[in-house]
């Protein structure tokens, strides 16, 4: 059975994307006890591990060759739906970066789940994951809830309703705490 969330954690030149750090903060934030595991691809970056566990990973996979050296979609996505396979969390998280962009969506297809993108706010409500947007000139807010396959309700689409679940997180909106390591 599904469960946890997996957060896809971006570095670029061995420097970890800000952007990562917020999805994952933000996944921490709602997993309830449940696993939060982070996957890093690249080449050289286990010496970002601690960096990553700082901020709340329980769990880091990791994807260290020399072929990851440059962005691949194929690579990653490769490297990536092992460690969906190995984890098999009900969520997968991402910064809307634009390699995420690029890469996220092979997995939802891949794994035959929904994609949920440029989310800006995420609450939970009992065991429902509900997400919503801000839409423009003020308009109400855009809802959809993301429900676990083994609830079943009349109001949430039949679609929503699978083992995995993909979230892009728009960049900024969920900001990492500081850690005890940061300089005030």
Same mark, same amino acid.
């Given at each position: 059975?599904?469960?946890?969330?997996?957060?896809?954690?971006?570095?670029?030149?061995?420097?970890?994307?800000?952007?990562?750090? #917020?999805?994952?903060? #933000?996944?921490?934030?709602?997993?309830s006890g449940? =696993?939060? /595991?982070?996957?890093?691809?690249?080449? $050289?970056? @286990?010496?970002?591990?601690?960096?990553?566990? @700082?901020?709340?990973?329980?769990?880091?996979?990791?994807?260290?060759?020399?072929?990851?050296?440059q962005y691949?979609? #194929?690579?990653?996505?490769? =490297?990536?739906?092992?460690?969906?396979?190995?984890?098999?969390?009900?969520?997968?998280?991402?910064?809307?970066?634009?390699?995420?962009?690029?890469?996220?969506?092979?997995?939802?297809?891949?794994?035959?789940?929904?994609?949920? /993108?440029?989310?800006?706010?995420? @609450? /939970?409500?009992?065991?429902?994951?509900?997400?919503? $947007?801000?839409?423009?000139?003020? @308009?109400?807010?855009?809802?959809?809830?993301?429900?676990?396959?083994?609830?079943?309700?009349?109001?949430?689409?039949?679609?929503?309703?699978?083992? $995995?679940?993909?979230?892009?997180?728009?960049?900024?909106?969920?900001?990492?705490?500081? /850690?005890?390591? #940061?300089?005030?």
């Amino acid at each position: 059975m599904a469960q946890g969330i997996l957060v896809f954690i971006e570095q670029r030149g061995g420097h970890l994307r800000k952007a990562s750090l #917020e999805a994952l903060s #933000e996944a921490v934030r709602l997993a309830s006890g449940q =696993a939060v /595991t982070a996957v890093l691809i690249g080449e $050289n970056i @286990k010496g970002l591990v601690p960096s990553v566990a @700082k901020y709340g990973a329980s769990k880091v996979f990791i994807a260290d060759k020399g072929d990851f050296a440059q962005y691949s979609t #194929e690579g990653y996505a490769a =490297a990536f739906a092992d460690a969906i396979k190995q984890a098999q969390p009900q969520y997968v998280f991402a910064a809307s970066t634009s390699m995420a962009k690029d890469l996220l969506p092979r997995l939802a297809a891949r794994f035959d789940a929904p994609l949920v /993108t440029d989310v800006m706010v995420i @609450k /939970t409500e009992g065991r429902i994951c509900c997400r919503s $947007n801000q839409c423009i000139r003020e @308009k109400p807010m855009a809802r959809m809830f993301l429900m676990p396959s083994s609830l079943s309700s009349p109001s949430v689409p039949m679609f929503l309703r699978r083992q $995995n679940q993909v979230v892009l997180a728009r960049l900024s909106s969920f900001l990492p705490p500081r /850690t005890k390591f #940061e300089p005030r």
